[in-house]
């Protein structure tokens, strides 16, 4: 099974989903991650948290989600669409689900604020994909009714 993580930047959010994902993602799951308007790095903050949790940055890029091989059997978007954020289109045959979260490089303050908001955004993240990876039909490669899928987006919201 294959899952694409996307945002509009692909530098913070859609980064840590897929490197997340791919940590935790047992033998036959993989995930990619791409944006609209990829910024074209990384935001450093994201690889910061990434790091102090022991997952590997290597080979992280902000790229174009029209780069990436497909097909994919599940696109979840992770833009905020409540704070008005533009998500993809996605012209995709995959279904799609929304887990929509503020965007933590938008937050203004000083690092320690900043960084909270990286680690609150990681530890959502850890959350639904922890879920996602809990379904049976998931362990068994098939992905769940899309109900199932969308209620994940709900997890951690209010944190």
Not at 15 to 21: D, K, R, T
Not at 27 to 41: R, V
Not at 74 to 92: K, Q
């Given at each position: ?13 859609s ?7 791919n ?137």
């Open positions: 099974m294959k899952v694409l993580f996307l945002c509009t930047g692909n530098s913070c959010r980064i840590m989903a897929e490197a997340l994902f940590h935790l993602a047992p033998e036959g799951l993989h995930a990619e991650s791409g944006g609209s308007q990829p910024k074209g790095s990384v935001n450093p903050r994201a690889l910061t948290v990434l790091s102090e949790e022991g997952i590997s940055v290597r080979g992280l890029s902000s790229k174009s989600w029209n780069l990436l091989a497909g097909p994919f059997d599940l696109v979840v978007t992770l833009c905020d669409s409540a704070a008005g954020e533009a998500c993809p289109l996605v012209f995709s045959k995959a279904p799609r689900v929304h887990w929509g979260l503020p965007d933590p490089d938008a937050v203004r303050g000083g690092d320690r604020v900043i960084m909270e908001a990286f680690r609150r955004t990681f530890r959502i993240l850890e959350k639904r994909i922890v879920a996602f990876l809990g379904i049976p039909e998931v362990r068994e490669g098939r992905l769940p009714p899309l109900p199932d899928l969308r209620a994940i987006g709900h997890i951690g919201r209010g944190e």
